[in-house]
């Protein structure tokens, strides 16, 4: 099958997210790094494009060069990933999908919601790809606990207890270092910190799991470092449109923990839990029995597991792979070819929403509001 042409924008040489990308979207052969526009710094950024195999003249030196460059071209790309500061993403994003690219966007997808109503709109009525890497979701396992909830096996869901916490910003004194502080900036972040960064990976993936939206939110937003405008740490109490009841905490400041990314989901006849630094498990106990470890690879999981599984059971698959799942989803939708649930611009629409909702609702001692953008209420 002929090798799909991918540029990226931003994630360049240090980038934290780039080396990841590139990981997944070149892991299953469908794509090939055929064009980018990798740092702010234009020379920085084509010499680097060159030693990672990119033609000189498909190595731009913004986005911009980028755009006129690549849609001329009878072998333009056929995906752009947008790896750059949260508050570039929509403005690269609406451009190449008005030009008639299939675009990845890094989470948050827009720093508003009206850039994220806009978005949703103009991918439909483009028809192209729009995807946001929310990649958690695309970990089998827990495209096995959706699968779980879809088939009944635990009955309807009651709550469901998620958290993204790390500690990797607790110390005080490192505050005014440039990579931790744009974090906690409004001019760079928007109206938010740690929710923005880190919750909103863990509300997208109850969603994911439930196969529900956020309907109503309460929030508490705290900064617990005094030099921070936003919030380090946050507790939302969230209830989805089916009913389900959601406990969602999210922190930067909790020395001691890693990466801190869980879930468990409660229903009527089971239980599970998946957590990011052991992927490939999932804790299953049905009601009265006795808990099982459920093993990636192992028989009887569903397709859509099986499908996403690349080595022998017991062996792990890291974050780079979920990544690399996104991009064997997208793949397969710019093929026109049956592909699993990617997250959508929708996705992003519905994230940006419930960050600003949290963000009223913090503000007003954690009154309940309604989480969903206007255009869905």
């Known amino acids: 099958m002929k090798r799909l042409n991918w540029g990226m924008i931003g994630g360049g040489e240090g980038s934290q997210i780039g080396p990841a990308h590139r990981l997944g979207a070149q892991a299953d052969g469908n794509f090939v790094l055929a064009a980018g526009a990798l740092d702010h710094d234009a020379e920085r950024g084509k010499a680097y494009a060159q030693r990672l195999g990119v033609a000189a003249d498909r190595a731009y030196g913004n986005w911009q060069d980028m755009l006129e460059g690549e849609k001329g071209r009878d072998d333009k790309v056929d995906l752009v990933t947008v790896a750059t500061p949260n508050s570039t993403h929509f403005e690269i994003t609406k451009s190449f999908l008005e030009a008639g690219f299939n675009v990845l966007c890094e989470k948050p997808m827009t720093m508003t919601v009206e850039e994220g109503e806009e978005i949703v709109k103009i991918a439909a ?13 695309a970990y089998p396992m827990v495209r096995e606990m959706r699968n779980i909830v879809a088939r009944g096996d635990i009955g309807k869901v009651r709550v469901i207890v998620v958290n993204f916490s790390h500690g990797h910003h607790g110390d ?53 470092i005094s030099s921070r405008v936003l919030e380090d740490d946050a507790m939302v109490n969230f209830r989805m449109e089916g009913g389900t009841i959601g406990r969602l905490w ?7 923990r890693q990466h801190g990314f869980e879930i ?108 969903r953008p206007a255009s869905l209420r």
């Open 250 to 256: 999210t922190s930067s400041v909790a020395i001691g």
């Open 172 to 224: 005080a004194a490192d505050a005014d270092n440039p990579r931790v502080r744009w974090r906690y900036d409004p001019a760079m972040a928007g109206v938010s910190g740690q929710f923005a960064d880190c919750g909103i990976h863990a509300m997208h993936l109850a969603s994911f799991i439930a196969g529900d939206e956020v309907k109503t939110l309460s929030a508490d937003f705290a900064s617990t």
């Open 264 to 371: 468990q989901v409660f229903g009527e006849t089971g239980g599970m839990k998946w957590w990011a630094e052991q992927p490939g498990q999932v804790m299953y106990t049905p009601l009265g029995g006795r808990t099982q470890i459920m093993e990636k690879g192992e028989a009887g999981l569903s397709d859509e597991a099986g499908r996403l599984s690349r080595v022998a059971i017991a062996h792990p698959e890291g974050f780079p792979m979920a990544v690399a799942n996104i991009y064997v989803d997208l793949a397969a939708a710019i093929r026109g070819e049956t592909h699993g649930a990617y997250p959508t611009a929708m996705d992003g629409l519905r994230s940006m929403s419930a960050v600003h909702q949290c963000v009223a609702s913090a503000k007003a001692d954690g009154a309940w509001v309604d989480a």
């Open 125 to 137: 009525k483009t028809g192209q790809v729009c995807a946001v890497n929310y990649c958690y979701s």
